[in-house]
């Protein structure tokens, strides 16, 4: 990995990794840092730590947006030693303290085929469950700076958290926003996934930057325009259900194409009959 923290805001930086094109955002404040996700690998996270340390000397904190591998299998190299503080929400903490060799064997069979060397790298990875497990709301002090963790919702997963940065006007949606590609529907609840970004988009003024999971930061236009996406996409599979219609027709008029619409409509199924 050969990337490197670009401040996009008042001392709110954003570190895109280029080969699963995953966001790590690092909040500076007077003596402390905030680190949002920690990528896939042990190797990955250690050459985060070289780029967050070229920012800012000050010892970080760790947020996990949710518990899939791109976003926290780099726990144990950011804050195992020293120990830092790390936050999560309860779903994924508990997930990753109790279920670490599911998690990694998912993962490595999930990059097999397309990334053989991640994959092996990921079924020897150290995992670190988070410290911190958060509920519904979190308020944190980052050197003197107000940062809100939110849980808005079912969504992308059961235990998704969004990162809010007040004095800057920022918003760290992980993967319940996706810029790079359509979202992935695979562990997903997407007829409610409509309404965790709708309470995502209460936080937000005409002005807020927004970082996605993957891909570039976005305003807040794309992400309503992603929010109609899917609350589209989640009628069709209420309506679809209702009508006993197969997942592939839901799928075929999927606003995100038809192998995400399939997922999704699947998913959604699951959910409308209570086994999601």
């Not at 790590?24 to 402390?32: E, H, K, M, Y």
């Not at 508990?94 to 079924?123: I, T």
């Not at 999971?213 to 325009?225: I, K, L, N, S």
């Not at 209702?242 to 959910?271: C, D, K, N, Q």
Request: net charge negative.
């Amino acid at each position: 990995m050969t990337a490197r923290f670009v401040e996009v805001a008042d001392r709110v930086h954003v570190l895109r990794d280029p080969l699963l094109h995953v966001n790590v955002t690092l909040v500076v404040g007077d003596g402390a840092a905030l680190l949002v996700d920690t990528l896939s690998t042990a190797g990955q996270a250690r050459e985060l730590a070289e780029a967050a340390r070229a920012v800012t000397p000050h010892p970080w904190t760790i947020v996990n947006t949710h518990h899939h591998f791109d976003h926290c299998f780099g726990n144990a190299t950011l804050a195992a030693d020293p120990p830092r503080p790390v936050y999560a929400h309860a779903q994924a903490a508990a997930v990753l303290r109790d279920h670490p060799d599911e998690l990694r064997r998912a993962a490595s069979e999930e990059m097999r085929a397309e990334q053989p060397e991640l994959a092996a790298e990921l079924a020897r990875t150290e995992l670190l469950a988070p410290t911190h497990p958060v509920h519904g709301e979190a308020v944190l002090d980052v050197g003197g700076r107000r940062v809100v963790l939110h849980h808005p919702g079912h969504g992308h997963t059961d235990a998704d958290l969004v990162v809010h940065v007040p004095d800057a006007d920022v918003l760290v949606a992980g993967d319940l926003v996706e810029q790079s590609g359509p979202p992935a529907f695979e562990e997903s609840y997407p007829v409610q996934w409509p309404d965790a970004v709708a309470a995502l988009l209460r936080l937000t003024t005409p002005a807020t930057l927004v970082v996605p999971g993957h891909g570039e930061p976005v305003d807040v236009e794309f992400v309503r325009a992603q929010h109609a996406d899917l609350a589209r996409q989640a009628w069709l599979i209420r309506a679809g259900h209702t009508g006993s219609a197969p997942p592939e027709r839901v799928a075929a008029e999927s606003p995100f194409s038809a192998r995400p619409g399939l997922i999704a409509a699947r998913r959604g199924y699951a959910e409308l009959d209570g086994a999601a």
